[in-house]
């Protein structure tokens, strides 16, 4: 079995197959868990009432700047897929996370060496892209035929 350094470049060619098919497979599995019907229909019908509404959370944590008091966290909370309401404070303001947050926080923090190498497998089988054409800002910048001239009109 090859042994992958924490630090180290990888391409696709580095990495046996069936490690690339275990990092796969735990990666469709929390997929499929994560994309459970059940758990994304919100249904249109439900009402603007706090207690009978799905209400949607989303808790991001900016990466640490060296701040005394932790972390940058921004958190937003929204229903019925309305514009969500959002609040910034720093990490230590918050206390002790609930503790199947802290628990999934670990979880990550512990998978992100597998991400890693999921994520630079993927760059190495996607075909490197091509740099797309500057599209002119002004209509002066781009070279026009003077047999291509014509009429310009509002459409509203």
């Avoid at 059940?38 to 009402?47: F, K, N, T, Y």
């Avoid at 949607?56 to 897929?81: L, N, Q, W, Y």
């Avoid at 075909?127 to 002119?136: G, Y």
Wanted: glycine fraction near 6%.
């Amino acid at each position: 079995m090859t042994q992958i350094e924490p630090n180290s470049e990888l391409t696709g060619e580095d990495i046996p197959l069936s490690a690339t098919q275990k990092v796969g497979e735990t990666i469709n599995k929390t997929e499929n868990i994560s994309q459970s019907p059940d758990l994304l229909d919100e249904g249109e019908s439900e009402p603007y009432e706090f207690n009978f509404c799905t209400v949607k959370i989303h808790i991001i944590m900016r990466p640490d700047d060296g701040h005394p008091e932790g972390r940058i966290v921004e958190i937003t909370a929204t229903s019925h897929d309305d514009l969500p309401l959002l609040t910034q404070v720093r990490e230590n303001s918050i206390g002790a996370w609930p503790s199947a947050l802290q628990e999934l926080l670990q979880r990550l923090a512990s998978n992100l060496p597998n991400r890693k190498v999921s994520a630079q497998i993927r760059s190495s089988l996607r075909p490197p892209r091509k740099k797309a054409k500057p599209i002119p800002q002004h209509p002066t910048d781009s070279p026009v035929n003077k047999g291509e001239i014509g009429v310009q009109i509002s459409l509203f």
